[in-house]
């Protein structure tokens, strides 16, 4: 599956999951773009994509706005010359300290709809008159297991995955005519800063007697919900990601796929 001299940029790629898809990009021959509203961590992401011997370009980005994912595409442009791949990965929990609340208050939902559902639509729309062009392009957005299934305390989070699921069919069958396949990926439990907030929340909610560490209580929930009990990685996501960009998945589009170990099945 390699992607020799491809151009991918990657939101939300300079921690967790996004790491891992650039670095497995990186590997597959690709130069990577790691657009990030950290800087300073999409830098260090930077450097091992170098060090893989490819080309990398740090942009500051804020997906939530469509200026700045309009820019993130133009310094792309600039950079580059072309957009080949662009994967929709960045995410939030809520907004503001979302892991100190029981249940998500109304500006938990305004912001997960604003990263997780508009900045894959700005994104797409960002890059989609560029690909259109060119009549090929590659994009995949990146939901989860739990746009699969409700939740009851992390129910904003759930809806906006959901959504993400359906705007990835629906950009699937308007760019289908143009040679440009859109797909999803939904992961399930992967410990990551994010799943280092969720563990911290839930564990606020245990009696003090039976609190665990955050990591412990992460291995406790894998062991109860994953039937091949082992917790998914980044690279894992990475190594899905190439498969679906590159050439042995051009008929491919409008699927959403789950990496979860087994615990969701539809
Ligand atoms: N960790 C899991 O178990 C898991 C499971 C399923 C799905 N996901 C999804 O995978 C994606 C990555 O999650 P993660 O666990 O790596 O999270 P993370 O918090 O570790 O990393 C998210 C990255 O997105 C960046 N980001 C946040 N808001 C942004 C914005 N407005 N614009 C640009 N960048 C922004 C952050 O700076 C960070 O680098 C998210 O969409 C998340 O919802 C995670």
Redesign the pocket.
């Known amino acids: 599956m390699q992607l020799d001299d491809r151009i991918a940029i990657v ?10 898809i650039a670095a497995v990009l990186a590997q597959r021959g690709a130069h990577v773009v790691i ?4 800087g300073q ?2 830098s260090e992401v930077a450097r091992s994509v170098e060090k893989a011997g490819r080309k990398a370009l740090v942009v500051e ?5 469509r200026t ?1 994912t309009d820019a993130m595409v133009a310094a792309t442009l600039a950079a580059f010359g072309r957009v080949d791949i662009l994967v ?6 809520g907004g503001k300290e979302w892991w100190s609340r029981t249940t998500g208050n109304s500006g938990d939902w305004d912001r997960t709809y ?3 559902v508009m ?1 894959i639509v700005h994104g797409i729309e960002s890059v989609q008159g560029h690909m259109k062009e060119r009549r090929q392009g590659k994009i995949v957005n ?6 699969r299934r409700a939740s009851a305390w992390f129910a904003h ?1 759930s809806a ?2 959901a959504s ?1 699921i359906n705007v990835s069919q629906a950009y699937a069958l308007r760019l289908a005519p143009f040679n440009i396949n859109v797909n999803c ?14 563990s911290e929340r839930r564990l606020s909610t245990v009696a003090a007697a039976q609190r665990v560490s955050p990591r412990e209580f992460f291995l406790q929930q894998v062991k109860a919900n994953v039937p091949l009990g082992r ?2 990685t ?1 690279e894992d ?1 990475g190594k899905l990601t190439a498969f679906l960009v590159s050439d042995a998945a051009r008929n491919i589009t409008g699927q959403s796929i789950n990496l ?1 170990g087994g615990s969701v099945k539809n």
């Open positions: 939101t939300g790629g300079a921690n967790g999951i996004g790491r891992g657009a990030d509203i950290d961590a999409a980005a804020d997906v939530s706005r700045s929709n990965n960045a995410g939030v929990g604003a990263v997780n900045g990146i939901a989860s297991t739990a746009g989070y906006s995955k993400a990926i939904c992961p399930g439990l992967l410990w990551t800063p994010l799943w280092e907030k969720i917790e998914q980044p996501v979860n």
